[in-house]
């Protein structure tokens, strides 16, 4: 009786230490604080493949426990006023200061896209709802924080049309007039997928030759940006990283484009482009688009062209896949000239970090202003973490300086 006491103690001492411990590197800081964030992270979807395996729920479906367990009721206050609206069909939260400026006093407008890779989060998050409050307090903007439709439910390209039609909504002068929002002064921002969307809808409104009012600014932080090379030097060295780990950054791309598990084992493999994304290649090549720091030791190898396999069951996967609105790095220079400039936060412990750092060589190729800010000990997801208990030094750190350059930029 005792002995098997013992042995459930120890199994269960041996089991938490391996939840627990996590390699992380020794320049984060607050290390401890993210191995036990990491745990939960890991925990929830480990309980979540289960669940998949048992058919109870499907994963992202138990994932999305974050997003419901953060969420909270978006209240105006003294300070900010907030409202919850539909723009052309689409939920939104729009957050604006409480006090009416002067008369014809025109407000700075940030069009804002959560993250969660297109599967998880929500604009009602503790973490966004703080980061639109700061907006509204410090810039005296307006924000419009977009509630656009999750993946698996809703495939690409629902959430990008989703957002899409909020930003033509909100750019009209007859819209912009009743938030008192400046028309010069409009900036579209993301973090993580919601990077994707707003570099994604920035070159996709250059697009329209009609379109009056265009955006003064792309903020996007720790986007991801393509979906045909996901063994850049920073998917393979971060592979295992809090809490982006390689794996779930696959399941999140598979996920957005269908629920057919096929296309996760082909990503997990790097065999997933087909001779429709090959032409395509050329413009993830990070041999060419990464400064020497980044490629380190790592040798290029361009992905494998499969011509058959797992493209079958719906032809227009590999055509979702080569969509430059679904990864935006995907488009030659003259689709990226004409961008407004651009703010680019990347982090060294991410799988995505390579991501962003090819967007800003190819956007400053291409001749598009854009402030570079790489976060040494920086790790994936960061600027969610401002809130207790899971608040995080860097991530304030973060913010303010994301917040400082739009002051200084738009
Ligand atoms: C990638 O770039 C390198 C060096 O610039 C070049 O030698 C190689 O052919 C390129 N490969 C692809 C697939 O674009
Ligand atoms: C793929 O095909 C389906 C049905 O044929 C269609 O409903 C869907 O919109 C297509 N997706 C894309 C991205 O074209």
Same mark, same amino acid.
């Given at each position: 009786?005792?002995?098997?006491?013992?042995?459930? *103690?120890l199994l269960l001492g041996a089991l938490t230490s391996y939840y627990v411990y996590s390699p992380i590197p020794n320049d984060i800081e607050e290390k401890w604080k993210l191995m036990f964030t990491d745990c939960f992270f890991r925990s929830l979807s480990n309980l979540a493949d289960l669940s998949e395996l048992v058919g109870l729920k499907d994963y992202?479906?138990?994932?999305?426990?974050?997003?419901?367990a953060e969420r909270v009721v978006p209240l105006s206050d003294e300070r900010v006023q907030v409202t919850e609206e539909m723009f052309d069909g689409v939920e939104v939260v729009v957050y604006q200061p409480s006090q009416q400026g002067g008369v014809g006093e025109l407000r700075r407008a940030v069009i804002y896209l959560h993250g969660g890779g297109w599967c998880l989060g929500s604009s009602r998050m503790g973490p966004y709802d703080f980061l639109s409050r700061k907006m509204v307090t410090d810039l005296g903007a307006v924000v419009v924080s977009v509630e656009y439709r999750l993946a698996p439910a809703h495939h690409f390209p629902v959430p990008f049309e989703d !957002?899409?039609?909020? !930003?033509? %909504?909100f750019l009209q002068p007859v819209v912009l007039a009743r938030y008192h929002a400046d028309p010069g002064r409009i900036a579209v921002s993301g973090d993580s997928a919601g990077g994707n969307l707003a570099a994604a809808v920035s070159q996709k409104l250059l697009q329209e030759p009609e379109q009056e009012v265009q955006l003064k600014a792309q903020a996007l932080i720790y986007p991801v940006l393509q979906a045909l090379d996901l063994n850049t030097p920073s998917y393979q060295q971060n592979q295992h990283m809090p809490i982006l780990p390689r794996t779930l950054m696959v399941r999140f791309w598979s996920e957005y484009f269908t629920s057919d598990k096929a296309l996760f084992h082909a990503m997990m493999a790097n065999t997933h482009n087909s001779p429709e994304s090959a032409a395509l290649l050329k413009f993830v090549n990070w041999s060419s688009f990464l400064p020497e720091p980044y490629r380190q030791a790592y040798n290029y190898r361009a992905p494998?062209?499969? +011509?058959?396999?797992? %493209?079958?069951?719906?032809?227009? *996967?590999?055509? =979702?896949? +080569?969509?430059?609105?679904a990864s935006p790095l995907l488009v030659p220079d003259t689709a990226l000239q004409h961008l407004p400039k651009a703010y680019v936060l990347t982090c060294e412990y991410d799988v995505l970090r390579d991501d962003g750092v090819m967007y800003v060589t190819r956007l400053r190729r291409a001749g598009v202003?854009?402030?570079?800010?790489?976060?040494? =000990?920086?790790?994936?997801? +960061?600027?969610?973490?401002? *809130?207790?208990?899971?608040?995080?030094?860097?991530?304030?750190?973060?913010?303010?300086?994301?917040?400082k350059w739009l002051k200084e930029n738009l």
């Open positions: 009786m005792r002995s098997k006491g013992i042995f459930l *103690l992202m479906g138990v994932m999305m426990f974050i997003t419901f !957002v899409y039609r909020v !930003v033509k %909504h494998p062209v499969v +011509a058959t396999g797992m %493209h079958r069951p719906s032809n227009n *996967l590999s055509h =979702s896949i +080569a969509d430059p609105r202003e854009v402030t570079h800010e790489h976060y040494p =000990s920086g790790f994936h997801g +960061a600027l969610m973490f401002t *809130l207790w208990p899971t608040d995080f030094e860097i991530g304030h750190r973060m913010l303010g300086n994301y917040v």
